[in-house]
Structure formats: C-alpha cells, structure tokens
C-alpha cells in the first residue's frame, strides 16, 4: 500500500502545471553551481595579483570548492529526503549566493578560501535537492526531457563558465566572477520560494545519521584531497598515498557503519542496485572527461597556441554548445534507443572526437574535434541520470541524487589530476607534446569506458526487481 501510495503521489505531482516552470528555475540554480567550478580558472592569475596569493593558495581557490561540494553532498541528499527537498533547496541556495557575496568582496587568501568552502556546502545541499526535485515532478518520457535539459544546463554551465570567466575578468574585474551570483541568486530564491511545492518528505521516524554523513564526507574529501594532490605532486608522493588510502579506509568504515546503524545514511542495498552502479560509473567518466577537455583546451590555447583570455573564453562557445546539444539530444533519444545504446554511442563519439588532437594539434582541428567529442559526452549526463534515478523510489531520490553529484566531483577531481600528471612537461614549456599525449590517453578511457558500459548499463527493460 506505501508504494501505490508513493507511486500515486509522484504521478501526481508529474502532473504540476509548474513542472517546466520550476525545472527552469532549479537548472538556473545548479548552471550558477556547475559554472562555479570553471568560471574561476582564467581569473586566478589576476585574483593572486590583486589579493597577493600564492600558487598553494590559488590551488586552495578552486579545490576548496569542489572539496566542500563533492564532500558534502550525500549529507544534502539524505536532507532532502528527510525534510522535504524545498527547505533543503532554499537554504542551500541562500548560502551559496550569501558565500558568493563574501567571496567577491574578500581582502585575504582566508576570505577567499573561507568564501569558497561555504560555496561549496551551499552547492551541496542544492544540488542534490533540486535533482530531486525534478526527478519527482515529472515522470516517463517528460523526465527524460526534463534530465536532458537539466543535464544541457550543467554540462554546458562548465564551458560557458570559462567564457563568463574571461568576459568577466577582461572587463569590470575577477570579483564579478563571484558578484554575479547574488543578483541571480536573490531572484532565484524569491521565485523559488513563492511557486516550489512543498513536496512530501519522506522521513518518517528515521533520523539524520551524522555518524555517517561524517564518515562519507571524510572519506570523499580524503580521496578528493588525494586526487588534487597526484595532480600538483604526481603520483608517487608519499603524501597522494596517504590520502588516497585515508580515503579508500573511510569507505570501508562507512560500509561496515551503514549495516549496523538503524538508520543509515545510505540504504546500502541502494548502492548494489545495477542501474544505480552502472549510472554513477558514466557519469563517473564522463565527468572526468568533460573536465579533461577544459584543462586540456583552456591550457593548450593560451600557453602553447597564445590566445588570450577572452578568445579561449570564446573559443569555447562551441565546444559549450556541442555539450548542451548532445545532452537535448540525449534526452530525446533515450527512449527511442536505450541507455545501453545511448551510453555506448556517446563515449564512442567522445573516443573519435578527443582522439584527433593527440595526432596533431592546431587552433582550429582542436575546437572542431573536442567539440565533436563533448557532444558524445553531453549524451553521457542524460543517459547517468535517467539510468540511476528513473527507477528509484521517491523517498530514496535524494540520496540516491547525493551518489551521482559525489560521483560528479570526485570525476571532476580525478580528471584534473590525471591530465595534470600526462600533459605536466607541456604545462611548463608550452609544447604540444604532453598535451597529445593526454588527449590519446582522454579517448583511450572513453573506448575503454564504451566497452564497460555496454555489459553494465541494464538492457530495457528495466528489471522490475529494483523496486523490491
């Protein structure tokens, strides 16, 4: 009777004259939240000149942010479960513009840093919360239009958020990197407070499990930490170890707390369910992959092919909008073709794409073929949230959206790290070397990934053994 109950209430709000309303509304939110990761790259040089940073503070900028983001993001989740996503949403949304406020306006590395962590615990409650969200107010072929849109927004808000970055930082200043938040912000959280409905929480008698959000979140800043620490020392530091295994070690702790506790974070059956496994995986990779592109591209066409930072920024218009496309598509087709099909067709199309810069590199032939591969990329977001949340039940949504945002940053992470290590010499001195290298070894994951996706993402039709 509870799951009739559950199902009829989805369907119910699937039907909510609002939904697209609403889903414009909440995909401004996370654009704002996913643009943040790269908006601040090509304003770091001038951020570290006027506010006198060093390059550990700088780097301390950019992974503050997605440290707090992809750490947090389960707690935000399970909060949305718990609370109903709407307050989740709002204070999460209230923080991040109030974190972006201080930021702009910062004086010393400590306010820039300290700005940047509180950004991040403010993304980490919206971010799950408003997938959720959308995941419950529609239902059937609309969700995979809606997850197309939604994946359009934050897969194009990365590339768009290095041209914002360069417009930005070439005319009123680097702060307005940060400034442009609050305006948005503000009228976000008005519209969202007057016409989002207060969707059921779904809590019950069970209580926050602070135990585990501290683990999870200890453990995934560990391996983020660890991932950040590869890329500036390499991987055979001492150090990238340590936090690697820190981190490998706070997982085993987390599994062996969740089957104990009687609440749980984390149902951990949720975690062994195939469509949720093999939906976090692509997006996995397709996260780390779409990050590659951008370090790669933004560092190749300003260090070795000497564009500024409003050309790179413009020169990634098209890769921003190759992105958006592949994921409108993606929605589109998703229930023509299949995930399984779908995810193997964009990871090919990413592998042919990316593979063409690592045999030659010039301005043009780059833009064109990592525009091609980003595509093949955009579809990859769609097919990792259809897969892993069209099946679960809706009191399990916002966790199970905390799993694919923690996946998300740990991608992004891993991809950074990785490319910095395979592209390090033409980091130095501007070569083209490195950078080849990294984009042969970018379209050898994305094959490799093809093959893996193809035996684990489920067949249709779904097994209807998930709901059990």
């Known amino acids: 009777m509870t799951d009739k109950t559950a199902e009829d209430t989805a369907m119910e709000q699937a039907a909510d004259p609002r939904r697209w309303r609403l889903l ?32 550990d503070a700088l780097t301390w900028v950019v992974s503050a942010y997605t440290l707090a983001f992809g750490g947090l993001m389960l707690l935000g989740g399970r909060m949305a479960d718990l609370f109903g996503p709407k307050p989740v949403v709002l204070a999460g949304l209230a923080t991040f513009t109030v974190a972006s406020l201080a930021t702009g306006l910062a004086t010393s590395a400590e306010l820039a840093i300290g700005g940047r962590v509180a950004q991040g615990v403010g993304a980490a409650m919206l971010s799950p919360a408003a997938l959720s969200t959308v995941v419950r107010l529609f239902d059937g072929e609309e969700r995979n239009r809606a997850l197309g ?15 914002l970055g360069g417009a930005l930082t070439a005319g009123p200043g680097w702060e307005w990197v940060f400034l442009i938040n609050v305006p948005v912000g503000i009228v976000v959280a008005l519209m969202l407070a007057r016409q989002l409905p207060a969707l059921p929480a779904w809590g019950g008698n069970a209580r926050l499990d602070l135990v585990g959000a501290l683990v999870v979140t200890a453990a995934t800043g560990l391996l983020i930490l660890g991932f950040i620490e590869a890329g500036d020392e390499g991987w055979n530091s001492s150090r990238t170890a340590l936090l690697l295994v820190g981190g490998i070690v706070g997982y085993a702790v987390l599994g062996a707390w969740l089957r104990r506790t009687r609440h ?15 939906g976090t995986f692509v997006l996995f990779v397709a996260t780390g992959l779409m990050v590659a592109v951008f370090f790669l591209g933004t560092f190749y066409l300003q260090s070795a092919a000497g564009h500024g930072p409003l050309t790179t920024g413009l020169l990634f218009l098209p890769v921003a909008a190759a992105t958006m496309v592949g994921a409108q598509m993606g929605g589109r087709f998703i229930g023509r073709l299949g995930a399984r099909t779908l995810g193997v067709i964009g990871l090919s199309i990413a592998a042919a794409g990316l593979v063409v810069p690592a045999f030659g590199m010039n301005t043009l032939t780059t833009v064109v073929a990592v525009s091609i591969g980003s595509a093949g990329l955009g579809t990859l977001f769609v097919v990792a949230a259809a897969t892993a949340l069209s099946q679960v039940e809706p009191h399990l949504a916002g966790v ?11 991608g992004a992470s891993l991809g950074a790290a990785v490319m910095s290590g395979v592209a390090a010499a033409s980091l130095v001195d501007g070569t083209t070397a490195g950078f080849e290298r990294a984009y042969l070894v970018a379209a050898v994951i994305a094959a ?16 209807p053994e998930i709901h059990q």
């Open 264 to 278: 749980p974070l984390i149902d951990p059956a949720l975690l062994s369910r195939r469509p949720v496994l093999s």
């Open 448 to 463: 490799l990934a093809a093959l893996v996706a193809g035996v684990l993402i489920p067949g249709r039709p779904a097994s």
């Open 149 to 163: 849109i939604w994946s359009a927004l934050g897969a194009g808000g990365a590339a768009i958020g290095v041209l």
């Open 400 to 410: 199970a959206s905390g799993i694919l945002s923690t996946f998300h940053e740990l």
């Open 24 to 55: 414009g509304l909440l995909g401004l939110a996370q654009f704002m939240l996913i643009l943040d990761v790269t908006v601040v790259a090509i304003a770091l040089p001038h951020m570290g000149a006027d506010l006198g940073l060093g390059r």
